[in-house]
């Protein structure tokens, strides 16, 4: 049946410029990924709390406003008013923020945190504006950048050292990564390409019910919302059990 979502995300907060700045920031999606940073501070061998502030502001700035107003640039999935300019200003003062946290942890902390500040910083403008042909918007990009990358950064920020607990957390992470993305790209696809949805479905004791758009959305977008508030309980259990 003909429908179109009357909000581009389940977390959209509607017009107005409030509400399209809170929803820019993806709200679900930006708590989901800084909790892999939780994370793996968590389960290093010590925790220290000024590094993971500071880490938590880096991420926060690179994938909470630079990725998502860089991601709002490229095609406008969110359709807000915001201007171009508003946007790339975002992305281009988020992400010189997040990069410059991330030298000062390399004077402070190690030299190793170098690799780790570059990758960052070049990831988040090849993924979201599909630069290169779009070579880099895939899902193993995404698992590993946003799954993968904040947990091991998280742990090795905090320890200085690569160690098992480090790597099975950001292998942990990436797993998950995947599982949102295969929830993420269908929801995407029906709130964003799907003009209707035709058919129905024949159950066994031969009655039928209508498919809908928002039929479809709904389990998607249920196990989306419940996965994100999942994780950041999840981190915040982990880091009250190590403070």
């Known amino acids: 049946m003909p429908a179109t979502p009357e909000r581009p995300a389940f977390y959209a907060l509607g017009r107005g ?5 809170l929803t820019l920031l993806h709200p679900p999606y930006t708590i989901w990924h800084l909790s892999y940073f939780v ?32 991601d709002e640039l490229k095609d406008r ?24 946290i991330g030298v000062g942890g390399v004077l402070s902390v190690s030299l190793w945190l170098a690799p780790l500040v570059l990758a960052g ?46 790597l099975l957390i950001a292998v942990g992470c990436l797993a998950m990564s995947v599982a949102q993305r295969r929830l993420s790209s269908p929801a995407r696809e029906l709130r964003r390409r799907t003009l209707a949805v035709n058919g129905t479905r024949t159950l066994r004791d031969g009655s039928t019910e209508p498919l809908s ?4 959305l709904r389990p998607l977008d249920g196990a989306l919302a419940a996965l994100s508030l999942a994780m950041a309980i999840t981190a915040c259990a982990l880091l009250a059990a190590r403070l």
């Open 39 to 70: 994370m793996g501070a968590a389960v290093a061998p010590k925790l220290h709390p000024d590094r993971l502030l500071w880490g938590l502001a880096a991420f926060a700035l690179a994938v909470g406003v630079a990725a998502h107003a860089l």
């Open 77 to 100: 999935p969110l359709r807000t008013s915001l201007s171009d300019r508003t946007l790339i200003c975002l992305a281009v003062a988020s992400l010189l923020g997040a990069v410059a």
């Open 121 to 166: 910083g070049l990831l988040v403008p090849a993924y979201n504006l599909e630069l290169a042909g779009g070579r880099f918007h895939n899902d193993v990009s995404f698992a590993v950048g946003w799954g993968a990358f904040p947990a091991f950064t998280g742990y090795f920020v905090n320890s200085e050292t690569v160690a098992l607990p480090g």
């Open 17 to 21: 410029r409030a509400g399209e700045a």
């Open 213 to 216: 758009l928002a039929g479809l």
